[in-house]
C-alpha cells in the first residue's frame, strides 16, 4: 500500500505500509509513472522482479497505483493522447471513402439494371444506416472512453464477455479482411496506372509490399500515420467533389443526367433481389468507419470529439456519394458505366477533362486507396492491444505492452500486419483464383457483415435498456431504427450469397469458438 503525496504535478512525499508485493494481489492496477526519487523502501515490490530491502535508500521510479476507473485493465505506458478532431474525422472520412465508390459503382448499377435513380435509393438506404448507426454509437462515445471504442461500448453494454467475443472478431476477421481487401484493390489501380497484369503474381507482392509498409509505419511512427491520414483524406476528396460538380452541371446541360433517370424506370418493380445484392455490394463502400472508435484512447477529448467525428464524418461521407454518382451520369449513360466496369473512373474523367485527366484520376485513386489502407491498418494494429489491456486473448501483458520509445503497442501492431497478410493471401489465392475448395472461397470484403451488424443489435438494445437519462430520441428511436437497419443488412448478405453466406458463418463459429477456448483455458490457469 502507497502514501504518494503529489503538489502541481511534483513529488512531496512517499512511503510504504504493511509490506507486501502488490503485484501478487488479484486485481490489476493501473499505473502512471510520476518521476523519480530517492525513497526509504521497506521490504516492498516497486516493479515486478525488482526488491528492496529494508533500510536501503535507492533512486528508484516512482509509480501510481491505482485502480479507479481502470480496474481490471493492465495499463503499462498507456499510449498517449495525440490526435485532434480532425484526425478522427479524417478516420472516419478516410477510412470509408477509398476503392468502393470507384470499384462498387458498376457493381450498383448492374444489380439495378442501369436505373440510377434505384443506384441512389442503394447509397441512400446503406448510408442513412451508416448514418443512424453512427449516432447511436456517438451517444456511447459521448459517456465511455477506455481502450478501443466499439469494445469498450460492447463491455459498458453487456459485460466484459461480450467486449471479450467483439475484440477476438474484431482482431481475426473484421479489421484484417478489409485492410487487406483494400491492400489488393490499391496494388490493382497500381497496376492499370503503370501497366502490370491485374491478378498476376506482379500484383499480389505489389499489394503485400503495400500492407508491411503501411503496417511498419504504424508500428513504429504511429504520428506519422496520423498525418498521412489526414493528408489522404484532403486529397482523395479532390476527384469526388470535382466530378460530384463539373459532372452534375455537364450533365444537366448534355441532357445525360435526365435520361439517367428516366432510362430504365419501368424495370424498378422487377429487380427487388437486385437492389438487395446492391446494398450488400455498397456496403462494402461504407465500411470501416467505426474503426475510428479503436484510437478513442489517444484522442483528445475524445468524449467530445469522438462523437462529432462520426457524426460529421458520415455526413460527409453521404453527401459526397450520392454527389458523385449524380455527377457520373453527365460523362457517359449508365449502359456506358456499366460496360467499363474497373475502367469507369478513367473513362469518366476522360469524357468530361480529356484523356490525361483520365490517367491522372487513378493517381488520385491510388492515393485515396493507400490512405483508406494506412486507416484500416491503425484499426488492425490495435486489435490485440484491445484485448491484451483486459488481460483477454492469448499472451495479453505482451500484447498490452507499449514501447516506450514509439509510444505504440508495437507487438499488437505486428501481430495485425501479420494477421491482414494471411487474409490478403486468402484473398489473392482463394477468393480471385478460386484455389481451395468452394466452401472457402466467400468473399471476405462483404460477408463479415453479417455478424458485424448483429453483433451490434444486443448494445443498441441495452441502449434502450439502460440509458436513463436520455431523450426519447437518443434512447428509443433512434436504437430501434438502427436495428431495424441491422437486420435488414444481415438479410440482404443472406439474399444476395445464400449458401456462401453460410459458408462464412460456419468459419465465424469455427473462430469464435477457438475464442472461447482460449478464455476457458486462461481463466482456469488465473
Known sequence: NFNISISKNKLTSAGAHEPRNVFSQKKHFAFTALGTAKLPIKGIDISPGLTYNSKNTAKVAVICVTSSKKEGFIVENSMQKRYGLFTAISMVVGIVIGSGIFFKATKVLANNNGDMGRSLLTVGIVGAIMLICSFVFANLASRYEKVNGVVDYAEAALGRGYAYYVAWFMTLIYYPTITSTLGWVTSQYAAILFGFPVAGMTHYWVGFGILLADGLINAYAPRLAGKLQVSATVIKLIPLILMAV??????????????????????????????????VAFAFAYEGWIIATSINSELHNAKKNLPLALSLGALIVVVIYMAYFVGLTGSMSTAEMMAAGDMLPEKAFGNLFGPAAGTIVFVF???????????????????????????????????????????????????????????????HFFFIHGMGPSFFNWEPDELPIITLYAGYIPMFISVMVHSKGNKPLMRYILPVVAILGCCFMVYCAFVAYGIQALYYLGFFALVMAVGALVRITQSRQK
Not at 250 to 277: H, K, R
Not at 382 to 399: C, D, K, N, Q, W
Open 365 to 427: 485513386i491510388v492515393i485515396s486507396c493507400l490512405g483508406t489502407t494506412n486507416g484500416l491498418m491503425m484499426g488492425c494494429a490495435r486489435g490485440a492491444y484491445s484485448l491484451g489491456v483486459r488481460g483477454e486473448g492469448i499472451a495479453p501483458r505482451f500484447f498490452a505492452r507499449v514501447d516506450k520509445k514509439t509510444d505504440m503497442a508495437t507487438n499488437s501492431a505486428w501481430f495485425g500486419i501479420i494477421i491482414a497478410l494471411l487474409w490478403y493471401s486468402y484473398w
Open 246 to 279: 463539373a459532372g452534375t452541371i455537364t450533365g444537366l446541360s448534355n441532357g445525360l443526367t435526365v435520361e439517367a433517370f428516366t432510362a430504365a424506370s419501368a424495370q424498378i418493380a422487377s429487380q427487388g433481389s437486385g437492389l438487395m445484392g446492391a446494398i
